[in-house]
């Protein structure tokens, strides 16, 4: 009967627990910046929605890709229709792990830079990246600020040879992601 | 714990799952240009957009080394195009028939959208004015002194497109035009006319048109046919190059849908090459894209 009970507590706070370690994605900023000199192509998206797991190190974030809003109307719709190609694939996705999340101490308040690997799924093409984040932490907040890039060529972004100048061959990401512990 | 850890696996996406809420999806580019060939089509600039565009009709197709595929009787429209609002566009144009100044306005009713609560189709409806300018000619016998409401020519168009896919778009477009004088007395100063246009997308910056404007012929009086254009998009940046062969030499409702007069099917004596050029101009940037960083 003891180690009943004592397993049922050890459930309860396993869930309690768990209940605790997920976080949810609070407020977001993705940049993306593909421009030349000759074309300032940048855009922002606030809509994604992700979820952390910092026992775990768990990590989903999906990007609606419709929603990332030009400064030219024109270049949203050529984003849409003809790189992107939203109707086809209308989510950007990111499944992986926090590396050695057993040495993180999410406690702490000095920012400290952690690695986040995993399959980055864009415009239908899936490849493992492994990015460099900035974690700072406060009053029940995790803020990781990233910036990496992504050649157009991983993901199967053709660019017309007319435009060549214009589109620059690798996108300059930058992200900012504030994430709060997840109530139901 | 260790199914404890565990389960969050599956967590993760049925939490994902559980968040994404019912979504509705705008469908967008239902045409490329503003225009199919001569008629409007359901599209405007967007906001703050300032659209010029050069339309040319050349004459026909006959004695194509002589008259050189028609340019030498080339008729030109000049338009400029803006857009107000996300739905509204007001648009200002000049042709050389009748040397008309025209105007416009249209308006986005409806969006098409998939998902939550969708909608079939994109609804837009154009009103539009023109007025003929040409030094008037005189004539012994007229019996009325002509004044300058007689020049007035009125549109209004009902624009129904819906976007089948990426590659098809179908658009039917009924319309009542009101010309105020017109020079037969078997022409109807009030035509009613149904269009009804398309678009073949073929690869992302190449497309097949066409278009065809169908008006009863004992409102169109003798001598005059129904406007029927075929044609191809081409885009590239902040152009679309729209190429077609048309029996129309009018770039204005009342004059390719109540005055178009060769048949289409007679072959090289009304066949005319035309094209519409366009290029956009960001008058005002978008807010959002520069406050939401």
């Given at each position: 009967?003891?180690?009943?009970?004592?397993?049922?507590?050890?459930?309860?706070?396993?869930?309690?627990?768990?209940?605790?370690?997920?976080?949810?994605?609070?407020?977001?900023?993705?940049?993306?910046?593909?421009?030349?000199?000759?074309?300032?192509?940048?855009?922002?998206?606030?809509?994604?929605?992700?979820?952390?797991?910092?026992?775990?190190?768990?990590?989903?974030?999906?990007?609606?890709?419709?929603?990332?809003?030009?400064k030219?109307?024109?270049?949203?719709?050529?984003?849409?229709?003809?790189?992107?190609?939203?109707?086809?694939?209308?989510?950007?996705?990111?499944?992986?792990?926090?590396?050695?999340?057993?040495s993180?101490?999410?406690?702490?308040?000095?920012?400290?830079?952690?690695?986040?690997?995993?399959?980055?799924?864009?415009?239908?093409?899936?490849?493992?990246?492994?990015?460099?984040?900035?974690?700072?932490?406060?009053?029940?907040?995790?803020?990781g600020?990233?910036?990496?890039?992504?050649?157009?060529?991983?993901?199967?972004?053709?660019?017309?040879?007319?435009?060549?100048?214009?589109?620059?061959?690798?996108v300059?990401?930058?992200?900012?992601?504030?994430?709060?512990?997840?109530?139901? | 714990?260790?199914?404890?850890?565990?389960?969050?696996?599956?967590?993760?996406?049925?939490?994902?799952?559980?968040?994404?809420?019912?979504?509705?999806?705008?469908?967008?580019?239902?045409?490329?240009?503003?225009?199919?060939?001569?008629?409007?089509?359901?599209?405007?600039?967007?906001?703050?957009?300032?659209?010029?565009?050069?339309?040319?009709?050349?004459?026909?197709?006959?004695?194509?080394?002589?008259?050189?595929?028609?340019?030498?009787?080339?008729?030109?429209?000049?338009?400029?195009?803006?857009?107000?609002?996300?739905?509204?566009a007001?648009?200002?144009?000049?042709?050389?028939?009748?040397?008309?100044?025209?105007?416009?306005?249209?308006?986005?009713i409806?969006?098409?959208?998939?998902?939550?609560?969708?909608?079939?189709v994109?609804?837009?409806?154009?009103?539009?004015?023109?007025?003929?300018?040409?030094?008037?000619?005189?004539?012994?016998?007229?019996?009325?002194?002509?004044?300058?409401?007689?020049r007035?020519?009125?549109?209004?168009?009902?624009?129904?497109?819906?976007?089948?896919?990426?590659?098809?778009?179908?658009?039917?477009?009924?319309?009542?035009?009101?010309?105020?004088?017109?020079?037969?007395?078997?022409?109807?100063?009030?035509?009613?006319?149904?269009g009804?246009?398309?678009?073949?997308?073929?690869?992302?910056?190449?497309?097949?048109?066409?278009?065809?404007?169908?008006?009863?012929?004992?409102q169109?009086?003798?001598?005059?046919?129904?406007?029927?254009?075929?044609?191809?998009?081409?885009?590239?940046?902040?152009?679309?190059?729209?190429?077609?062969?048309?029996?129309?030499?009018?770039?204005?409702?009342?004059h390719?849908?109540?005055?178009?007069?060769?048949?289409?099917?007679?072959?090289?004596?009304?066949?005319?090459?035309g094209?519409?050029?366009?290029?956009?101009?960001?008058?005002?940037?978008?807010d959002?894209?520069?406050?939401?960083?």
């Open positions: 009967m003891k180690t009943l009970y004592s397993f049922v507590i050890i459930c309860v706070c396993v869930l309690v627990v768990s209940a605790q370690d997920i976080y949810k994605l609070k407020s977001s900023k993705i940049n993306f910046f593909a421009g030349t000199p000759l074309e300032d192509i940048d855009a922002n998206n606030t809509k994604t929605t992700s979820f952390l797991n910092i026992k775990t190190g768990e990590i989903t974030i999906s990007i609606p890709n419709k929603e990332f809003v030009f030219r109307s024109l270049m949203q719709e050529h984003f849409n229709e003809n790189y992107m190609e939203t109707a086809k694939y209308p989510k950007s996705e990111f499944k992986g792990k926090i590396k050695d999340i057993e993180i101490d999410f406690t702490k308040t000095e920012p400290i830079t952690i690695v986040v690997e995993g399959m980055l799924t864009v415009h239908g093409i899936a490849k493992e990246r492994s990015i460099e984040v900035t974690l700072k932490n406060n009053a029940q907040l995790i803020e600020v990233s910036k990496f890039v992504i050649p157009l060529s991983d993901h199967n972004i053709n660019r017309p040879q007319i435009l060549w100048e214009k589109i620059a061959e690798n300059q990401v930058s992200a900012t992601f504030t994430y709060e512990p997840y109530k139901k | 714990m260790v199914l404890g850890v565990a389960s969050h696996a599956q967590n993760l996406d049925s939490l994902m799952q559980a968040e994404s809420k019912p979504e509705k999806t705008l469908i967008t580019a239902t045409f490329k240009g503003t225009k199919i060939v001569n008629g409007h089509s359901v599209e405007s600039p967007s906001k703050g957009v300032l659209q010029l565009m050069f339309l040319h009709r050349f004459g026909p197709l006959n004695e194509p080394l002589y008259d050189f595929l028609g340019m030498d009787q080339a008729t030109i429209r000049i338009g400029l195009d803006y857009g107000i609002t996300k739905n509204l007001v648009g200002v144009g000049r042709s050389t028939l009748q040397k008309a100044y025209d105007f416009y306005a249209k308006y986005r409806l969006t098409q959208s998939k998902g939550y609560r969708a909608v079939p994109t609804v837009s409806i154009v009103a539009a004015t023109a007025v003929n300018t040409e030094k008037k000619q005189f004539d012994p016998l007229l019996t009325y002194s002509e004044t300058g409401l007689h007035l020519y009125y549109t209004a168009q009902l624009l129904v497109a819906r976007k089948f896919g990426e590659s098809l778009s179908i658009q039917i477009m009924p319309t009542a035009i009101h010309r105020n004088l017109v020079d037969n007395l078997d022409q109807s100063n009030t035509i009613y006319s149904l009804v246009g398309g678009r073949v997308k073929l690869t992302k910056r190449f497309a097949l048109t066409g278009e065809y404007y169908f008006t009863p012929e004992n169109l009086g003798k001598g005059f046919y129904n406007p029927l254009a075929l044609g191809f998009d081409i885009e590239t940046g902040g152009h679309v190059f729209q190429i077609h062969v048309t029996n129309t030499s009018g770039m204005i409702e009342h390719f849908i109540g005055a178009t007069n060769t048949d289409f099917f007679d072959g090289s004596t009304s066949v005319r090459l094209f519409n050029f366009s290029r956009v101009f960001t008058i005002v940037r978008s959002k894209g520069k406050n939401a960083w």
